[in-house]
């Protein structure tokens, strides 16, 4: 088992900063792909920005220019640093991790329990 806990997540003005945490703790296991999904009220949820292994990186058009993720070299740690925020920003963020365990090929994907991110106008 791995278990995600996210940090960071509150209140801020339209135009300010945040910065997301997310560590991950277990025994045993490699971080594939670390990211970061995002869902608002009635909406479905989405890729913001994802970290692979292999340290290239993905940021959701949406975010793009405003947003940077990045994580140790085990991708036990990953942040993603939120600037010039919007109200349509407004979420709860989620940190997801695929992960392996020993030598086994297989992966598996866990959630954190989620961070509110509130943008006001």
């Known amino acids: 088992q791995v278990q995600l806990v996210e940090s960071g997540g509150g209140l801020v003005q339209a135009g300010g900063s945040l910065r997301l945490s997310c560590l991950a703790s277990g025994s045993t296991f490699s971080i594939h792909v670390a990211g970061w999904y995002r869902q608002a009220p009635g909406e479905q949820r989405e890729l913001v920005a994802s970290m692979s292994s292999d340290n290239s990186t993905h940021l959701a058009d949406s975010v793009k220019g405003r947003f940077t993720i990045s994580g140790d070299n085990a991708l036990s740690t990953v942040s993603l640093q939120m600037n010039s925020l919007k109200p349509e920003d407004t979420a709860v963020y989620y940190c997801?991790?695929?992960?392996?365990?020993?030598?086994?090929?297989?992966?598996?994907?866990?959630w954190g329990q989620g961070t509110q991110v509130t943008v006001s106008s």
């Open positions: 997801n991790a695929e992960v392996s365990f020993g030598s086994s090929r297989v992966r598996f994907r866990y």
